[in-house]
DNA sequence: TACTAGTTTCATGGTAGGTT
DNA sequence: AACCTACCATGAAACTAGTA
């Protein structure tokens, strides 16, 4: 110790500030420290009353005794006049404590976070990650995410395969485990045993739940709780297989049988439908939704609903040609309600046609899908060597990255030009004879 | 026809890895 | 070093099929 300086050790009551801050009473060790005529404090640490411990020389976690907090006093007296020495006083030294106090108090509640993050079960993350996601989500994504992850165990009437109940999804078993049990291991293993059942809900499954692992290493709460991504497991990738793609399409050859069979339908809503999807390559949800004021008779424009506006489609909205034989038939359709495609409550539309469809493909020897006629419409207008981006417009599909540079938006009428010289092909191919009495086309032909 | 289960397709932003 | 670009991850939105 320096001339003029006194350590003084005071018992202090629970002062105010004190109490108000930890919600203890206790009695606390300062170290006084005073020069002249100004004094100043420093916290050693709360008193330790344990019998017995009264003469150890160091702390407890419960405290200090009287000996160890002379002691520590005494330390904190060196590093004092240490610091002075180096021309730092009272200050940099309540600072230092501060700092080392703040570390202290961040290293405890790390650890604190992470036994909790430890305990954490998916389930609770899951929770979480839905609830702060869906905002962000269209509701087809959160309605995989719900289906993905749902007990199952629901009494259904339909739909069920004979069980009755709902089936579990794939993800559901994850849920009441632990985070940190999710490891690649696991996932692979959950991989595998789902891979030769419904391999495809497992697919989208494990792409869901490497985005719900990413969500939870940037969260805090449950990165400690997650190493890696264990759903990026190469493995369990491999176990699952790639995708299958559908290649069924119409060809060439097939289109007369095929025309024959579904204008041989007896319900002619679904025989026009079905026609149309394959004369204009648009999207079944498209065609299904087409009202009478979509047709446009004076420019001869089809309005379709983009399927969605959010991914840049212009006001979620496109027109292609009306062309002849396409409105022709739709021309013939009974007008019982705002839907071209009316179903049996005339103010909606008709319902899926896939039956009809696969009724007449039996009868014509052929197997095509509903999605297999918009395929169709693409391979077939590689016989008559339109350009990729007229075709590509005509069905409402973006201009890819590479294609982009050369992509340009053709007006309606460059359009036409094209669309029907695929309509006349296609009609032409199928044997089917191109409409007498069809309206303006008809009519402004006869004008040239 | 209405549900439920299962499967595909499409868009877009980011990036590894090559090219200028 | 700057620039490309094919490819992948992610997100989203469909589509197909079986059954009561």
Known sequence: MTEGETITLTKIEPAGALQARNGKKGIIFFWRYSQGTTSQRLPIGPYDPTPGHVNKHTPTAAGYSIAAA???????????????????????????QKQAKAEAKAKQEAAAAATKAAEVTCGEAWTEYLKEREPH???????????????????????????????????????????????????????????????????????????????????????????????KSKKAREALGPAGVKTDALLREQLPAWFAAVRGLKNQTRAAYLQTMLLTGARPGEVL????????????????????????????????????YVHHILNRLPRRGPFVFAGKDPEN????????????????????????????FTSLTEWLEVPVGV??????????????????????????????????????QAGVPLPQESGQAIQLVKKA
């Open 349 to 376: 539309y008709m319902s899926e046609a896939h039956k009809a469809l696969a009724s007449a493909c039996s009868a014509a020897g052929v197997h095509v899908t509903i999605h297999g006629l918009r395929r169709s």
């Open 289 to 324: 939704e087409i009202k009478w004021d979509d047709i446009n008779t004076q420019w001869r424009g089809l309005t379709l609903r983009d399927k969605d506006e959010s991914k840049g489609g212009i006001d979620g909205v496109r027109t292609i040609p009306l062309t002849p």
């Open 70 to 96: 002379i002691k520590a006093a005494e330390a904190m007296a060196v590093q004092h006049v240490t610091a002075k020495a180096e021309g730092s006083g009272m200050g940099e030294i309540l600072q230092q």
């Open 137 to 231: 989500w269209g509701k087809h994504h959160l309605a995989d995410h719900i289906r993905m992850a749902k007990a199952g165990g629901e009494t259904a009437k339909r739909g069920t395969r004979g069980r009755g109940v709902t089936i579990a999804g794939p993800l559901h078993e994850f849920l009441p485990m632990r985070l940190r049990d999710i490891t690649p291991q696991r996932i692979e293993q959950w991989a595998k045993k789902h891979a030769g059942e419904r391999p495809t809900m497992a697919r989208l499954s494990l792409r869901i739940v490497r985005a719900f692992l990413n969500w939870c290493s940037e969260h805090t709460g449950y990165a400690q709780a997650v190493t890696g991504n264990a759903a």
């Open 391 to 428: 075709v590509a417009q005509i069905q409402g599909h973006k201009p890819s990255a590479t294609a982009e540079k050369h992509y340009t938006v053709r007006p309606l009428d460059l359009l036409r030009l094209h669309h029907e010289r695929i309509e006349k092909w296609i009609l032409e």
